[in-house]
């Protein structure tokens, strides 16, 4: 062991006595909750740099994980600010899947493979689900291998082989699912491979059953250091406390309040029973901010008190002055994206009283990637340079231009390059050969490619099949293209396009995690129509407004979703759309009942600490959901923001009215509501969705009187199978079964749907 470092430790300066004390907390387990913008990376690299430079450890017997490669060099150059060059003797600072390959490789045998194994990127993984599923005889059309990889996937992020799937899941996926499992994990030790999952996987295995391995791992690692604790997963999770079963120095820094990813596998309850995982852990809480002014801290905290599951903090800063957080309400999202888009350029002139602020220093951050779509149409029709973090804009995304392929070759027979585009997606059977054939007939002949593929039909040439296939494409391009030149409703024909296509239905069937998000996209889409006459207008409209070069150099204006915000800060933050049944999301509450709520609350917290000096949050009072307008809901999380800190700018001529307390703006917390009398909605309907709710609610606080519970223990005694019920997303339905407070409902317009019986009411209690 080296001997410490003598002299000065300048990584100790600038700290607060709350960051100094976890840097020299270095013995036995700590865990640090680090709030939004509380310089938590400052903490960690030094902690680091203090047990390197007092000689506690050398370089190779530090383990320091993070989650992203960006992260894992950010902190290798921190580090070697600090302490120097020392830095560069560090083998185990990288994220967990770097770190669990580099254990595989060296023990490779014990999984049954060689050391020289191929880690399978995701289309490698498809294509060899899809020879699984084609050996056990499955229709992959029907389960589709994107669907079992996902499953696959969700089990290995629990850290179960296919032995270990629970016997009420090893059924799902065509009744085979745990049988399809253990035949992929055959086929990849025959190929000598292993997919991402697999990398975690097989180290936690190797631990659990070579305890002779795990212990030359606990002994070298003297010190471990986990950054985003929040965010892992029980394979993760088991990794480090097998690892930390050893010296026992494990150093967790996370914040409950952040954790956003449940969806793919992240499980907040690791960083809550820390303290019962490690008995007599120090527990440090970083709650001074850097970041934010007071007005957003106690937004972002009043919103996020509301949670249950959450171990406490509360953030605080010295800077002093700001404006409050603004609220707004607006009559439908387009006018909310022309609202904002003034505001930006107000912002950037510097005309609303402050500094002005750089484009590049201002974002917009959304619930849903279809929402992105108002926006981008309203800054390219301003010149407004923006750019989308985290996916393509609207119009360049897949699923939209594949949609708008289709549209093209209704409007334009002669596009080949759409008709080229489309022609096997969905699949149809016509493989790389069958397209070659009719590039050829095209060249020969002079004849579009559509032409082309319709004389390869009548004069054979093809495999039955793919004749057959491209044959009935050809037939239903010239019935929606009779039907554009007989005037039928443009925007009805795109939905027939799209559904007869079988392209809607291509997403349906798709079990990946982003095909609900493609779905909202193609209804978005579909809205968009609306605007134009016809489709030809609207396909002009796109590809002039995405011809609208933007200067490569300026600075711009970020869009991105909520998930992808976490980490960013900016000086203004834009969040539109919080409206109930979009944030919080109607479907993660429908699936996952009060835990989904907390999480988007926490996604809530996570948007309004983005935030620096500006930060405004806005609702729509209508909005088109699947294609028809509706009146919206306020979000609930409006009416847990605090009158302290709220500015409500919600012009009294757009929601004036007699609804009195019950639809004002905030009242719920009591944000004083600065446009006198302004209430939510005047329409009948806003009256009659504020006292059906108002009905339904069970006191839970009195910030939360008038607002329905999402889970509520006795909501389902009062249903029984048969029953006609009301949802206010899905409308009137009939309930088909009952699983605790999860009713199976068969819905008139919506289709059969799961949903928590607290959002459903009999049918003859809705006050319409």
Not at 178 to 202: I, M, P, S, V, W
Not at 343 to 357: F, K, M, N, S
Not at 520 to 533: G, I, P, T
Not at 717 to 734: L, P, S
Request: hydrophobic share 45%; charged share 25%.
């Amino acid at each position: 062991m080296a001997m410490p470092a003598a002299g000065p430790a300048p990584w100790l300066d600038g700290l607060n006595p709350e960051q100094r004390a976890a840097v020299e907390t270095v013995d036995g387990p700590l865990l640090v909750l680090a709030g939004a913008g509380t310089g938590k990376t400052r903490a960690l690299t030094a902690r680091i740099a203090h047990i390197l430079g007092t000689g506690r450890a050398r370089p190779w017997e530090i383990l320091a994980v993070t989650f992203t490669n960006k992260a894992a060099r950010e902190m290798k150059e921190r580090v070697g600010q600090l302490v120097g060059g020392v830095v560069e003797g560090m083998p185990w600072l990288g994220t967990f899947h770097a770190l669990c390959a580099k254990i595989l490789r060296a023990h490779a045998e014990l999984a049954g493979l060689s050391g020289n194994f191929t880690i399978l990127d995701s289309d490698d993984q498809i294509r060899l689900l899809k020879q699984v599923i084609e050996a056990a005889r499955i229709d992959e059309k029907r389960w589709p291998a994107r669907h079992l990889a996902g499953l696959i996937d969700r089990w290995k992020n629990r850290a179960l082989a296919p032995a270990r799937v629970p016997p009420e899941e090893a059924a799902s996926f065509a009744r085979a699912g745990r049988e399809l499992y253990a035949a992929y994990q055959e086929r990849l030790r025959t190929l000598n491979a292993a997919d991402f999952g697999d990398l975690l996987l097989h180290v936690v295995t190797i631990f659990q059953n070579h305890p002779d391995v795990l212990a030359r791992y606990q002994t070298r690692f003297r010190y471990i250091l986990v950054d985003e604790y929040q965010d892992t997963n029980v394979a993760q999770y088991l990794w480090l406390r097998l690892l930390a079963r050893g010296h026992r120095n494990i150093c967790v820094v996370g914040d409950d309040d952040q954790s956003i990813y449940g969806w793919r596998g992240a499980e907040v309850g690791n960083i809550l029973r820390f303290e019962s995982d490690f008995p007599g852990a120090t527990v440090i809480r970083l709650e001074r901010n850097y970041r934010s002014t007071a007005h957003i801290l106690g937004a972002a905290s009043a919103v996020i008190a509301a949670n249950q599951g959450r171990l406490g903090k509360t953030l605080w800063t010295r800077a002093e002055g700001g404006a409050p957080v603004r609220l707004i309400g607006h009559w439908d999202a387009e006018e909310e994206a022309r609202w904002i888009g003034e505001e930006i350029e107000a912002l950037a002139r510097g005309t609303r009283g402050h500094d002005p602020v750089p484009p590049d220093q201002i974002a917009i951050l959304v619930r849903a990637s279809f929402q992105m779509r108002a926006f981008e149409d309203r800054f390219l029709t301003i010149g407004l340079p923006y750019r989308v973090i985290g996916g393509p804009r609207f119009y360049e995304r897949a699923e939209i231009r594949d949609a708008m392929a289709y549209f093209r070759v209704v409007v334009s027979p002669r596009d080949g390059l759409a008709f080229e585009r489309i022609v096997n997606t969905p699949r149809r059977g016509l493989g790389d050969k069958a397209l070659r054939e009719i590039n050829r007939v095209a060249r020969e002949r002079g004849l579009p490619l559509f032409e082309a593929a319709r004389a390869l039909v009548a004069e054979g040439g093809l495999t039955a099949r793919a004749r057959q296939s491209l044959g009935e494409l050809i037939a239903a391009f010239d019935r929606w293209r009779a039907a554009a030149l007989a005037g039928e409703d443009h925007v009805a024909l795109a939905e027939r396009i799209l559904d007869e296509s079988g392209y809607t239905d291509m997403w349906r069937q798709d079990r990946s995690p982003d095909a609900p998000g493609r779905l909202e996209n193609l209804k978005e889409l579909v809205r968009a129509l609306s605007e134009f006459q016809n489709l030809q207008g609207f396909l002009e409209h796109v590809a002039l407004v995405m011809e609208n070069e933007q200067e490569e150099g300026a600075p711009k204006v970020s869009i991105m979703t909520l998930h992808a915000a976490k980490g960013l800060e900016f000086d203004a933050v834009f969040l539109p759309g919080w409206e109930d049944g979009l944030f919080p999301s109607q479907r993660t509450m429908d699936e996952n009942g009060q835990t989904g709520l907390e999480e988007e609350r926490r996604l809530a917290y996570v948007g309004i600490t983005r935030a620096r000096r500006h930060c405004t949050i806005s609702f729509a009072a209508n909005r088109s959901v699947h294609g028809r307008w509706q009146a919206q809901i306020p979000s609930r999380f409006i009416d847990e923001l605090p009158r302290a800190h709220v500015e409500v700018l919600t012009p009294p001529g757009l929601h004036g009215g007699a609804h009195g307390a019950a639809a004002a703006v905030g009242q719920g917390p009591g944000i004083e509501d600065r446009a006198a009398g302004a209430s939510v909605y005047n329409s009948p309907g806003w009256a009659r969705l504020q006292a059906r709710r108002a009905g339904m609610a069970a006191p839970r606080s009195a910030r939360a009187a008038a607002r329905a519970l999402v889970v509520d223990a006795d909501a389902a005694d009062r249903f029984a199978v048969g029953m006609r019920v009301f949802h206010d997303k899905f409308g009137y339905g009939r309930i088909e079964a009952i699983d605790g407070d999860k009713l199976t409902v068969d819905f008139e317009k919506a289709g059969q749907k799961r949903v928590v019986a607290g959002y459903l009411s009999a049918a003859d209690d809705v006050p319409f």
